[in-house]
């Protein structure tokens, strides 16, 4: 390790000893993003297309910084990159950095005359396309110069972006956090009840048991589950409630988006348990399925962001407008519970 030896008498370094210093003052801002951005996402292939950029480039900008600090930050494994004790030092000086720099940004961006103010966020698509329009109004009834920056991600994406502060906040559902971010803040917006779709053919009003009341055909497209593919606790307790409920189902899909899911529900394959948000679409509700009330808990929408954004504008409006957006929707047309359902919505 380099110290630093000091002239006390000049109270300067010596002339041998700079060498480190001026090394390590060469240190790029785009270097220590891109170091920043492979910390977090583990892999150089994530890192680059998070950043916008080539593979090689993150690679040879990576080296560079190595090459400035005199040590290596990562330990190179087949798809993996694990920080060495250098980098564990790092990482942390760097994230503190790059917050102070993005929060510089955001007040100086407030006195560019003639520049409007962004907002950047990346969200679930269900939660985008039935909140965000209408919260974007009444952002702009008080601050019609902002503008918005939107991209639909899955929440694991949302995550990454957040840590790299590629975006202000993320719309997800908590419950699809596989842990908890304790770097982020949470504010609710909405919950989002679950329902039983079904196709529109099948009708499950007033049915309290459907192996004798339904048609044959209809019972085994009852019996046929559609399932989603995104690990969380959430999901498995969603499975648990097929088993429960439904228990001579049997899957037949395994999706990775609740509108594939709903494609195969219209198609007449089977029935799901999806979020309401995901069955209502620009024209309103899936005209092609049936949604029924059920006893699953329902999707917490949270915007996740840094705690010292949260009293920020824009942001802090467009947050209260989704709060506001998110008491006022109209869910629309979600049946009662079928009758051999019902237990299990009292009992929660």
């Known amino acids: 390790m380099n110290i630093t030896t000091y002239d006390f008498e000049a109270g300067l370094a010596t002339k041998d000893d700079r060498a480190p210093l001026k090394a390590a003052l060469s240190m790029t801002l785009q270097q220590l993003r891109i170091f920043h951005a492979v910390a977090n996402a583990e892999t150089m292939t994530k890192a680059a ?43 942390p000086r760097v994230d503190q950095v790059l917050r102070i720099l993005n929060e510089t940004e955001d007040g100086l961006g407030r006195f560019c005359e003639g520049r409007p103010a962004v907002i950047k966020l990346a969200g679930l698509d269900s939660v985008l396309r039935n909140l965000l329009p209408g919260a974007v109004r009444h952002l702009h009834d008080r601050l019609p110069g902002v503008a918005i920056d939107v991209q639909e991600s899955a929440p694991a994406d949302i995550v ?60 085994r497209t009852l019996n046929r589950s559609i399932h989603f593919a995104f690990g969380s606790t959430h999901t498995r307790r969603v499975s648990n409630w097929y088993d429960r409920l439904l228990p001579g189902h049997q899957p037949i899909v395994q999706c990775r988006s609740y509108e594939s899911a709903l494609s195969f529900v219209r198609g007449g394959a089977g029935v799901c348990v999806a979020p309401a948000l995901s069955t209502i679409g620009l024209a309103g509700p899936d005209a092609g399925v049936n949604r029924y009330m059920i006893g699953v808990p329902p999707r917490r929408i949270v915007a996740l962001m840094l705690s010292q954004h949260r009293s920020m504008e824009p942001m802090a409006t467009l947050i209260s407008a989704l709060r506001d957006v998110g008491r006022t929707l109209d869910m629309q047309a979600i049946l009662p519970t079928p009758a051999f359902l019902a237990d299990d919505v009292t009992s929660r």
């Open 49 to 91: 297309k998070q950043l916008g950029l080539t593979q090689p480039s993150v690679s040879q900008q990576l080296s560079k910084l190595e090459t400035a600090i005199g040590t290596r930050l990562f330990i190179r494994r087949p798809n993996e990159m694990e920080l060495t004790e250098a980098g564990l030092y790092l990482l």
């Open 160 to 219: 990454e972006l957040l840590d790299a502060r590629r975006i202000n906040f993320g719309l997800l559902a908590a419950n699809s956090l596989a842990q908890a971010h304790e770097d982020f803040l949470q504010i609710p917006i909405m919950e989002d009840p679950y329902v039983l779709a079904v196709p529109k053919e099948l009708d499950l009003d007033g049915v309290s048991d459907p192996a004798r009341e339904l048609s044959p055909a209809a019972y």
